[in-house]
């Protein structure tokens, strides 16, 4: 089954450690109903470093990714059914590309 990454983007931070908390319920429920679906939950992601041929920016680039997902789906049209209910878009938004092999 093809399998997709969500990269997750913020735009803002929970205002309160009571969002925070909720938030984070939603997460774990959100994980749950996903099943096997889900192939790897992910990690949040910390600031980082953009680099080009120019050299290193320190500013994440336009766009800094928080976290990501890796989940099986039949399709695009699936991982994004997936995504819509994924508890990230009160915050921010969900990049899905497709993770394709390799040869060799």
């Known amino acids: ?6 990269a997750y983007h913020n735009h803002r931070m929970p205002d309160s450690p ?6 984070m319920e939603k997460w774990k429920q959100w994980l749950v109903d996903m099943g096997e679906a889900m192939i790897e939950p992910g990690n949040p992601l910390g600031m ?6 120019e050299g290193v920016e ?3 680039g336009p ?6 997902s890796v989940v099986a789906a039949e ?4 991982a994004l059914a997936m995504a819509k209910k994924c ?8 990049e899905i590309a ?7």
């Open 1 to 6: 089954m093809p399998r997709f990454m969500f």
């Open 18 to 23: 009571e969002e925070g908390k909720a938030m």
């Open 48 to 53: 980082s470093k953009t680099v080009s041929a």
């Open 58 to 60: 320190d500013n994440g």
């Open 63 to 68: 766009n800094p990714l928080s976290g990501y």
């Open 75 to 78: 399709d695009m049209d699936a």
């Open 87 to 94: 508890p990230h878009l009160s915050i921010g938004t969900i």
């Open 98 to 104: 497709e993770l394709k092999s390799m040869p060799g």
